[in-house]
């Protein structure tokens, strides 16, 4: 059985090795709004940041255009960077593109690698703790969205959603929903039925 | 501290004016989320005090001089609309009360919000009192905690705000504006509950050191109270959505975790 826990809130009365919690005289506390699984002992953010990790794809937006890199905006604490050299063609400030994260450098700037300008389109702002929600298990569910609503769309673990072509709005619904209720279950089933209707419409 | 000879009676017949207990609270009605374009955000209603806080970032910190390489800023704004109360308060834009609220807020959660987790930037915590009847700066903490919670920066605990006060040489908890203004004493206290610890404590006016302890006990008490609205504010929103699917989940997919 799952509970939703608050900042401070003891998770166990013994020391627990699980990310997002403190050990404060031997006993667990959570430092974030999550639900906890007492019996698995998982812990999983209903509401928190992301932390850029090495291989994470991100959407980001190019923000300046300086001598030999590009800063990216990707709507968190950390600024992206990616070396002109390894641009093909060339970018422009408010190019949206796609990245995935090589390393992360001492200033805690992010090193972005093999960008892809993503043209046209548009572009969701969700929680960055809701995003594994949307992707699914081994992406089932990102991929149930494609393929029904026809729409290409890619999604950065920063929290940032681009979608382009196909029905976008039953796309964008779908995703604000699983945003909304990624807490509760039988989501999949209920999106599933949700991308059925839409499409009759 | 009002006094002289215009000092109107704060305690009739036993009881507050308002008809309060000595130890008892306004009622506090907490609500989490309310302010869409921020990323945490919290709205209060403590007696007729009404106070929204908003939260926004982390983010880099500008100007760049005030980044630290080492930990992130918290930047507080606490302010009064210049509607809120019948004194001038607000009402002349920033002033020094403002900025000294601001300031010994901004040092509560600094004791409690993981910084290190973000080195250079800066996290900016907007109190914006709409309607003020005293002890606005303990709603305003307790309020912000709720607003800091949901944004989803990582807090060891959830501080709350109290305030405790000297009518003649009666203890009395939570004073609204008449009391704060011609009481004895007034105490604002901010309290970690995980630890106990206490992270704000000023005082205007005098009270003995037995007077301090008291009072210390009475704030811890109603803290409970103040804890309870703030837990329940924050998981009601989760809770009603739960609802409608009629379980919570055991299945779903795990975060990355960071």
């Not at chain 1, 945003?179 to 059925?196: C, F, I, P, W, Y």
């Not at chain 2, 905690?145 to 949901?150: C, D, F, P, S």
Request: glycine share 10%; aromatic share 6%; hydrophobic share 40%.
């Amino acid at each position: 059985m799952q509970r939703i826990v608050v900042p401070g809130e003891e998770l166990a009365d013994k020391p627990l090795r699980i990310d997002n919690t403190i050990i404060d005289g031997g006993r667990t506390y959570s430092t974030l709004m999550a639900l906890y699984d007492d019996e698995k002992k998982i812990l999983t953010p209903l509401e928190g940041l992301w932390y850029p990790r090495g291989g994470d794809n991100v959407i980001g937006i190019i923000e300046e255009d300086k001598f030999n890199v590009y800063t990216v905006a990707l709507d968190a604490p950390y600024r992206g960077l990616i070396f002109s050299k390894d641009v093909e063609g060339d970018l422009i400030a408010g190019d949206i593109i796609e990245a995935t994260v090589k390393e992360l450098d001492k200033t805690k700037t992010a090193m972005l690698a093999r960008p892809r300008r993503l043209s046209g389109g548009k572009i969701l702002y969700l929680k960055p703790s809701k995003i594994p929600r949307v992707l699914g298990r081994g992406n089932t569910m990102i991929r149930q969205l494609s393929m029904e609503t026809q729409s290409n769309i890619k999604v950065g673990m920063n929290g940032l959603i681009w979608l382009n072509g196909g029905n976008m709005d039953l796309a964008t619904r779908a995703i604000l929903t699983i945003q909304d209720e990624a807490h509760t279950n039988g989501l999949t089933e209920r999106v599933k039925s949700m991308l059925e209707a839409g499409k009759k419409v | 501290m009002g006094g002289g000879a215009n000092k109107p009676e704060l305690i009739v017949n036993g009881k507050r004016l308002d008809g309060r207990a000595f130890d008892e609270l306004r009622e506090i009605k907490i609500e989490a989320n309310t302010v869409k374009n921020a990323v945490g955000s919290a709205y209060i209603e403590w007696g007729n005090n009404k106070i929204l806080a908003a939260v926004y970032g982390p983010k880099e910190a500008l100007p760049k001089h005030v980044s630290d390489p080492e930990k992130a800023i918290i930047k507080c704004r606490y302010q009064m609309a210049p509607f809120s109360s019948l004194e001038g308060h607000g009402r002349t834009g920033p002033n020094r009360r403002a900025t000294e609220i601001s300031k010994v807020t901004r040092e509560t959660f600094e004791n409690v919000i993981q910084l290190d987790k973000f080195p250079g930037s800066e996290i900016d915590l907007y109190i914006e009192v709409l309607q003020g009847d005293g002890g606005t700066r303990a709603a305003g903490i307790t309020v912000a905690a709720v607003a800091l919670a949901t944004s989803g920066i990582p807090m060891t605990d959830l501080p709350y705000g109290v305030s405790v006060g000297k009518i003649g040489e009666q203890l009395v908890l939570d004073l609204n504006m008449i009391e704060d203004n011609y009481s004895d004493a007034d105490v604002p206290i901010a309290i970690s509950p995980r630890q106990g610890k206490v992270l704000l404590f000023q005082m205007d006016g005098s009270m003995s050191r037995e007077q301090i302890m008291e009072a210390l006990q009475m704030a811890r008490k109603a803290g409970e109270v103040i804890s309870k609205k703030q837990r329940d504010a924050l998981r009601l929103p989760y809770e009603q959505i739960a609802d409608k699917y009629k379980a919570v989940p055991s299945n779903q997919p795990q975060p990355a975790q960071a």
